[in-house]
């Protein structure tokens, strides 16, 4: 069934949280940190650990892919609902940041192309 | 008849929000696709085209609207988070081997930095207390780690908006740049694409980028680019935003 899936996306989501407000508490920052990345790391295995037994059922995988894809819809609605002028009273920073970011990772790909490259090549014969 | 179908729509507005959003989706496509010839990716254009809608209101964006106060919760971020954890589901630990080495080298330095330069140039800019500097920084990264950070260290939504639009442009660029610079990075191998994908992550700018370079790396971009996001979900929040403020505070 569908809700399965929802429910374990769920359970992954509120554990994770859970882990991310107690870590918070810990370095002492109020709010939740790395919940969702915990919340993920948690899906991803349990996902491995099932696939070994066979994997999930596909119902169960739909309610969860369901959400997967609502994702891109919820980000627009999120940037369509940001304080947007006082942002932009900001300045040019998310310009420059998003600009100078990319184009310095551009220049990183050549140097660390060279990491391993026969690797990948005997990989690929397999 | 229009104020039954306001208070039709007031009421139901999570459900109007869904059509709305879809229409806005469906638009942002079409003209990617036919006056952009996929130029820049639908995905970006309707990310743009929402903020461009959030000037409509105030402090909520277009939610201040009564007719699209549904969109508050759509775009809030339970669901948001919600959604974004629904994407692991994807990964597959296979494919992380298959990435190699490489690929996991290529993620973290690519998330590193992007923090890192994100964080520096929100500094020169003014910016100094370290949960905005870190959530410019998760924007510099993509436009969910901005948000995700943001809202995990209660940063104001204009942080918050201005991480969103790092994060935009950050697609836009890497959409653009990538077919200019391809040669100069050597960008002509699944191997190099690897890396492209680990160092640049945000995943429509990357598979944008790739295509409009050679179509047939746009996979192996696309390997290491979708776990870019969580690893960053859990990096910035956490370990970075924690080594910025011993950084700040030394």
Not at chain 1, 5 to 21: D, H, M, Y
Not at chain 2, 178 to 183: C, I, K, R, Y
């Amino acid at each position: 069934m569908k809700i399965y899936g929802v429910a374990l996306l769920s359970f992954c989501f509120l554990l994770g949280k859970l882990l991310g407000t107690l870590l918070g508490k810990i370095i002492d920052v109020n709010g939740d940190v790395g919940g969702v990345g915990f919340a993920m790391l948690l899906l991803i295995l349990i996902n491995a650990w099932v696939n070994k037994k066979g994997g999930l059922e596909i119902e169960t995988k739909e309610g969860i892919l369901f959400w997967s894809g609502m994702y891109i819809p919820i980000i627009i609605a999120m940037a369509a609902t940001q304080n947007v002028k006082a942002a932009l009273s900001g300045g040019p920073v998310a310009i420059v940041a998003g600009s100078v970011v990319t184009l310095s990772a551009f220049y990183i790909v050549p140097l660390l192309s060279r990491i391993g490259r026969g690797q990948t090549k005997t990989d690929k014969d397999e | 008849m229009s104020e039954i179908l306001s208070q039709l729509i007031e009421k139901n507005g999570l459900l109007f929000s869904f059509l709305f959003v879809g229409i806005i989706m469906w638009v942002s496509f079409k003209i990617s696709k036919t006056l952009l010839k996929n130029k820049i990716p639908g995905v970006a254009l309707a990310v743009i085209l929402g903020l461009t809608l959030a000037f409509l209101g105030d402090k909520k964006g277009i939610a201040d609207l009564s007719l699209f106060s549904g969109m508050a919760f759509f775009g809030g971020s339970m669901l948001r988070d919600f959604a974004v954890v629904a994407t692991a589901m994807g990964a597959d630990i296979n494919k992380i081997r298959s990435a190699g080495l490489v690929g996991v080298i290529s993620l973290f330095i690519g998330v590193f930095w992007s923090f890192t330069i994100g964080v520096i140039c929100a500094y020169f800019l003014g910016y100094t207390d370290p949960a905005s500097l870190a959530t410019i920084g998760a924007g510099a990264c993509t436009y969910i780690v901005g948000p995700v950070t943001g809202s995990a260290l209660g940063v104001s939504s204009e942080i918050i908006a201005i991480s969103i639009a790092a994060g935009v442009v950050k697609t836009i660029v890497a959409t653009v740049g990538t077919p200019l610079l391809a040669n100069y990075m050597k960008l002509n191998n699944p191997h190099a694409a690897i890396v492209f994908g680990g160092l640049i992550g945000t995943t429509s700018g990357v598979t944008a980028g790739l295509a409009a370079t050679d179509p047939k790396l746009v996979p192996y971009g696309a390997l290491t680019a979708t776990f870019y996001t969580g690893l960053g979900c859990l990096l910035c929040p956490s370990l970075f935003y924690y080594l910025l403020r011993i950084v700040l505070n030394g």
